[in-house]
């Protein structure tokens, strides 16, 4: 594939408006993946260009014809560069990613926020909680988004947010900080419960690494920018599943909900386990694989010892 010199283009761009237009131009004709945020080159650029101007996504059209220096032309085009010859997802280039409508600090020691619970805290896991959650345990929290948006949503909850990467909770802790919410979100360091003191929460929220071995070598290119600590999740994607299963029940309280994404390891988790009465949410918004399961249904799992990965 053609790859992107791009010379000629800060002196030839001189407006917003011809830099978005020649960088969607750019992406089009690129074999870009898209996946993290956006689906199109137009919100693509978009969340390049803005960013990189330290402007809102949400400008007027006017602002468009705004002239640009020569050293902001020469970012976009060193970002877009960037983009486009080494596939490197946008948001490890600005820095920036959304969750909820909610704006968090990204880099590559963790995965981009983009999991489809972002609909049901949005929600406010409606038709899943009968109250408002006091205590909440995010498992995998990598970035903090969902941590952090649950902490907004529910102004009066405690947030556990655990992860088992120190480089993934220094992320996180950065997003708490933006926030102000070091008194209601705690980052702990754990491999998922081993080192989690024992709490009853009312709901746990995990989206934790699902990716089969298989799958993982398909990735897109993009992807592998991102930590695969994030992603692997065993020989069938599911090795980090059961260990939660079986650990979610003690730290649930007596009306607890376990809420959890598998994403395409769905199938295989059905297919090996059909007794588990999973409920499998329909998004609204797109995505498949995220189930949940009340305390007391993890607890009547019958031969628990006998679920498997295979």
């Not at 949005?122 to 948006?149: R, W």
């Not at 999740?233 to 939660?244: A, E, H, K, P």
Request: glycine share 6%; hydrophobic share 40%.
């Amino acid at each position: 594939m053609k790859k992107c010199t791009l010379n000629e283009a800060v002196n030839d761009l001189r407006t917003i408006g011809d830099m978005l237009r020649w960088s969607v131009s750019c992406f089009t004709a690129a074999d870009l993946h898209y996946g993290h945020g956006t689906d199109n080159p137009w919100d693509e650029a978009i969340q390049l260009i803005l960013p990189t101007l330290c402007l809102p996504l949400e400008i007027s059209d006017t602002v468009f014809s705004a002239r640009l220096t020569y050293s902001e032309k020469q970012s976009i085009v060193d970002r877009v560069k960037c983009r486009v010859n080494d596939y490197i997802p946008v948001s490890y280039l600005t820095n920036k990613a959304w969750f909820c409508g909610y704006e968090f600090y990204v880099d590559e020691r963790v995965l981009i926020p983009r999991s489809p619970i972002a609909e049901l805290i949005n929600q406010k896991f409606s038709g899943i909680l009968h109250k408002e959650p006091q205590y909440v345990l995010d498992m995998c929290t990598g970035s903090g988004c969902i941590a952090i948006v649950c902490a907004l949503v529910f102004p009066h909850a405690q947030v556990d947010a655990v992860d088992v990467s120190r480089d993934a909770l220094a992320v996180a802790d950065k997003n708490i900080d933006m926030y102000d919410l070091k008194k209601r979100v705690t980052s702990i360091y754990s491999d998922l419960f081993d080192e989690l003191p024992i709490k009853q929460y009312d709901v746990i929220v995990t989206n934790p690494p699902y990716v089969d071995v298989n799958t993982i070598k398909d990735l897109p290119k993009e992807y592998h920018h991102e930590p695969m600590l994030g992603f692997f999740g065993g020989n069938n994607g599911l090795t980090l599943l059961f260990r939660i299963l079986n650990n979610a029940a003690r730290y649930l309280n007596i009306n607890g909900v376990l809420i959890c994404e598998v994403g395409n390891s769905m199938n295989a988790l059905i297919t090996s386990n059909p007794d588990i009465p999973f409920t499998w949410i329909k998004l609204d918004n797109g995505g498949d694989g995220v189930f949940f399961l009340t305390r007391n249904q993890i607890i009547n799992i019958k031969n628990k010892e006998k679920m498997t990965e295979n």
